[in-house]
């Protein structure tokens, strides 16, 4: 068992190496950051001397050295665009994405769970396959589209709700949080639904096959035959049977969910990291990449990790075949 | 932010106490401010924000003539040519109280001419700046510079005592990632004050009450709210929901939309940027073509043949709809050197052009490819397209890379392109700013952004012997006979000029500033 | 259809398409409308599309052709300047949209059909060596697969875009979007086909019926591709076709992203980023006809690989 840990933990060390290597690689080809940094009006001395302070004129593999072991430390370097510590700009703006990567969740959790369960029950039903076919519309437009169509009918035409940023934030320690207020909860409505919306059809549609796949196990019908409620045979039983796999894809996705919100910030004009990411790409700001590419792979590793160890926890057979 | 809505609310309860309305500009456009520190970066976005904040000497107002601001009044030394004499406005304090004299006007010179200042450029033909009692400053040159004044309009004024103080008498070292206490902080003498600053999020200011300038500017907003939103069409929703109620970077698609809203309205005035194409006619053969052994370009009947073939006013009427003004040269119309008569030398034929490549030997046309940025100017993309199928037309294949402006101009800087796309704006409203950049061969300190390889000494000698004229109709005589050469070489094709659009509620009240540089205290709020 | 003449040979079963049309499966889809309607409408928008120059009236990607004075004009209206009219009026350059469509429809299936089939071809093999060999190569391509699951799709898609921009040479850069594209979401796909592969190859091998093939001397490589392939190829049928709905959809959004096809050769994506421009300003067919297309390939495909799902599980029955 120790020593699955430690398998799993030196694999995922290795892994971080290896994407970091590739994520790293990348940024030598995307553009120069000089010209962008000096502006018109600058000389050849300039470029020079720029380049040898930020350690360009390094070959790549020193400058990846020196980036891990700086990493290492958290020390992610300063940011071209910005001129301040990387660590610091990603303190700042994970409270942004976190609390839409939650809501966002929350909201495909609950009514992917809900739909699925629903649909699942009345299978044949008009409103169920309704649901069914209606979900299948939300995964057939790119996020970006829905994003806007979103603004256009809501902030434009209605008026309802803003359509860019996170409205007025509270301040609590280092994190900076749009719950409190009004304008930052009316904020969080579009994005939220922006992003959440394909989790919530991959939810819904992982729990309805779910739970049709248990409904005609064997239990389901003894139980039936014993006279139990459908509600108590639905929820008690089949419901809580089908949370294991739904649950290890609700983990995974969260890892998802904060990617894919590159998008939805992009649109929202959202001030998180997936928007920092898109703004340090433009502005070929290597650091802010380099950080952000780390973070994305740690957590999902993490992740990763964590749901193997709890299944080697679980299920003894999985050690064995993890061999 | 919980720090924010206090200052907010004290901010707010002083504007009712002292001043009848509490007007709040919210206000967006594409990018943020680099930096705050005033020397750092000399860069348009960047600049707008201090301009609120923090004051030159002079400024131009929206028809690019000087206005006194920081300095009264200004002339050469009547007996040395060498030096300029500045009388300062008295009784201007900062933000914080201090009196704003002579001496911090030596201190922000010097410290502009740091190696870290990125301003160091346009005033490193002063040699020396002198006090001469609280309220006169003389600048010395290494030679006559009658166009200095040009060159001070973005230079802002610190205070001596709140930079020592504060440990910023340094600039911040950007590129290296320094950041001072002048980076997030602001003590300068202008309209506005600085209450939070998010970088690339939000910044806000509020009215300064103590401004000199209160009699003189309507000053009718009381608070400022500025927020960056880089979507085009998030951005413009932003207006239309009146989110917020002033927008700079208006794409051109949506101005009939905003100005015929309800309590929305478009203005708009001719830009001081021209955009135009490049071409690489000094290289022996293409690296982008598919000639071989010889280099198309580097003949002129193929370059005027380009130039024919493109219609300008197609361009203007769909791709810019109607928001730009057909260019014949490089040169914005506000520029010192610039003529009627040369802007209005592009013609369409495309009929003459496929006869001139003939001539040139190239009636089968050829294929090339055309570098573009994607995000830098007014439909830069459409504009390339536009000109593919064009050029198209005369027999020329041209394949398009449109790219990021971060990836787009290295490769001009760094001449790994043969036709590309390029804007320029002339801050100093003269010839020479373009000459310079854009015309003089590429050396390590000049014609660094001149992609076209083109090098000629005698004109060089030409240009750099413009700074130290003191003669303006020969400088002139010079400048026009240079712009001549440039005109015959058809070293560039002029595409056309950019016209500018702000968008704004009603109830705002400004003009459209030529910089595109909005100064807040002279807005009106009805 | 089923007209189809038999095979001469009577000693050998009958023909595959006999098969197929005898089959339940087909016998499933004459009963559903939903996959009725969803397949000639998935059928009928990739004839169009692979067929576009027959289909559409001018050539979009052919840019000396086009008169950019054509520009914005609505649809079936003629244009205020050269009196031309055009049946879902014309895009910002001048171009017939109906046409743009079907040349950019083109495009974005060549991308998901290429992305899935190298995902597919990838995903299957690897997975046919992982649960067959066991061992090593199933710890390390599994491992491989966890790497691969590190990094989200349009993560990939950028590194990889990032990187090919940098090693092609610059003549390539117009084709090499397409590539970058198909490499990028096929690279980022291949997983689940491995792993359904992998799992189903597990329980396979321990059949009977491969014994026995591995008794009579057959080479491992005949007997994956002969005897255990066939068996698995229903889910991995199954997987393709949702998998093309949503490299179609990927590729779209990766172009918002300003990593997709050029805009001189723009693909569905292209033409919805390009489109989405124009909703506020009143030219709504630049983005509605192209989102439309987009939905009713993309809802068709959708609805076509969840019939599938379902008709190919017995246990649903």
Known sequence: MVSFILKRIVQSALVLLITGAIAFSMFSFVGDPIDNMLGQERTMEDVERLRAQLGLDQPVPVQYVKFLKEAAHGNFGVSYRQGREVSEIIMERAPATLELAAVSALLAVVFGISLGVFTAIRRHGFTANLIMSASLIGVSLPTFLIGILLIYLFSVELGWLPSFGRGEVVQIGNWSTGFLTESGRKALILPAITLGLYQMTLIMRLVRSEMLEVLRQDYIRFARARGLSDRVINFRHALKNTMVPVITIIGLQLGAIIAFAIITETVFQWPGLGLLFINAIQFVDIPVMAAYLMMISVMFVVINLVVDILYAMIDPRLRVSAK | MKKTSTILAIAALMSSTAVVNAETLRWARAGDALTLDPHAQNEGPTHTVRHQMYEPLIIRDVTGAFVPTLATDWAPDPENPNVWVFNLREGVKFHDGADFTAEDVVFSFERAKQPNSDMKELINSIVEVRAVGDYQVELETNGPNPILPSNLTNLFMMDKGWSEANDTVNVQDFEGGEITYATTNVNGTGAYRLVSREPDVKTVMVRNEEYWGRDEFPLEVSEIIYTPIQNAATRVAALLSGEVNFLQDMPVQDLARVDSADGLMVKQAPQNRVIFFGMNQGADDLEADNVDGKNPLADVRVRKAMSMAINRDAIRQVVMRGQSQPAGMIAPPFVNGWTADMDGESSTDVEAAKAMMAEAGYGDGFSIRLDCPNDRYINDEAICQAAVGMLGQIGITVNLDAIPKAQHFPKITEGKTDFYMLGWGVPTYDSEYIFNFLVHGRESDIGTWNGTGFDNDDLDAKIESLASNTDLDARNADIASIWRVVQDEQLYIPIHHQVLNWGMSDNVGTEVDAEDQPRVKYFTMK | ?317
């Not at chain 3, 090693?167 to 096929?186: F, K, S, Y």
């Not at chain 3, 076709?241 to 994506?269: D, K, N, R, Y």
């Open chain 3, 1 to 317: 259809m089923t007209d189809q003449p038999l095979v001469p040979d009577t000693k050998a079963a009958p023909s595959r398409l006999r098969r197929a049309l005898d089959s339940d499966l087909f016998y499933a889809f004459r009963r559903s409308p939903v996959a009725m309607i969803s397949s000639a409408v998935a059928v009928g928008l990739i004839l169009m599309a692979v067929f576009a120059p027959f289909f559409a009236v001018t050539n979009p990607f052919d840019p000396a052709s086009l008169n950019l004075m054509n520009g914005f004009t609505p649809p079936m209206e003629p244009n205020a300047f050269t009196g031309e009219t055009f049946f879902m009026g014309t895009d910002d350059q001048g171009r017939d949209v109906y046409s743009t469509i079907l040349y950019g429809m083109r495009i974005s299936l060549f991308v998901g059909f290429s992305a899935v089939l190298f995902a597919v071809v990838l995903g299957i093999i690897l997975g046919l060596l992982a649960g067959y060999y066991g061992g090593w190569a199933d710890s390390f391509i599994m491992r491989a697969a966890d790497v691969q699951l590190t990094f989200p799709a349009i993560l990939v898609a950028m590194l990889i875009f990032g990187i090919a921009k940098g090693i092609t040479p610059v003549e390539h850069r117009d084709q090499m979007a397409i590539w970058v594209l198909i490499l990028a979401i096929g690279l980022s796909d291949w997983v689940q086909f491995a792993r359904v592969v992998r799992g189903a190859t597990l329980v396979e091998k321990n059949k009977d019926y491969v014994s026995a093939a591995r008794l009579i001397g057959r080479g491992s490589s005949l007997i994956m591709i002969r005897h255990i392939l066939p068996n698995i190829l229903s889910p991995v049928l199954v997987i393709a076709t949702i998998s093309l709905a949503l490299a179609i959809i990927a590729e779209a959004t990766l172009s918002f992203l300003g990593v997709g096809a050029p805009p001189t050769q723009p693909s569905l994506g292209t033409l919805i980023r390009v489109g989405q421009g124009y909703l506020f300003s009143g030219e709504w067919w630049i983005l509605f006809f192209p989102a439309c297309t987009l939905l009713a390939l993309a809802l068709s495909v959708n609805l076509l690989g969840d019939w599938l799902r379902d008709a190919l599980n017995p246990r649903l029955k």
